[in-house]
Nanobody, 114 residues
Framework: QVQLVESGGGLVPPGGSLRLSCAAS????????MGWYRQVPGEERELVAA???????NYADSVKGRFAISRDNAKNTVYLQMNSLKPEDTAVYYC????????WGQGTQVTVSS
C-alpha cells in the first residue's frame, strides 16, 4: 500500500523559514507529479507548488519567490522550502503524488505567528 508521509511542519514567526519533506513508501513506481497543497478550515484545498518527474515546476502566485519545491526521484521524495513566511501561510499542508490517480499524505500543520 502506497503511503505519503509528511514531516517538517511547526510553529514559526513571521519572516521565518520551514522545510517540509514528504516521502513515499510502498510504491513500485515513481510519481509523475508530486506537489504540496494547503487548506485552512472552511476553505478549499489549494495548490501551493508542484513538480514533475522531469523537474518542471508550478507555483501559486501567493508563494512565488518565497517557496521552492524540489524532489529526489530515486527516493520518491518531495520537499518544500518555505522562506519569508507570512501569517496567511498558516494552514495544514498536504503532500500529493499523482500516478494514474491521486495519493495524499495525512497533512502537517504550519503555523506562522509571533
Amino acid at each position: 500500500q502506497v503511503q505519503l508521509v509528511e514531516s517538517g511542519g511547526g510553529l514559526v514567526p513571521p519572516g521565518g523559514s520551514l522545510r517540509l519533506s514528504c516521502a513515499a513508501s510502498g510504491s513500485t513506481f515513481s510519481f509523475n507529479t508530486m506537489g504540496w497543497y494547503r487548506q485552512v478550515p472552511g476553505e478549499e484545498r489549494e495548490l501551493v507548488a508542484a513538480i514533475t518527474r522531469g523537474g518542471s515546476t508550478n507555483y501559486a502566485d501567493s508563494v512565488k519567490g518565497r517557496f521552492a519545491i524540489s524532489r529526489d526521484n530515486a527516493k520518491n521524495t518531495v520537499y518544500l522550502q518555505m522562506n519569508s513566511l507570512k501569517p496567511e501561510d498558516t494552514a495544514v499542508y498536504y503532500c500529493n503524488g499523482w500516478y494514474y490517480r491521486d495519493y495524499w499524505g495525512q497533512g502537517t500543520q504550519v503555523t506562522v505567528s509571533s
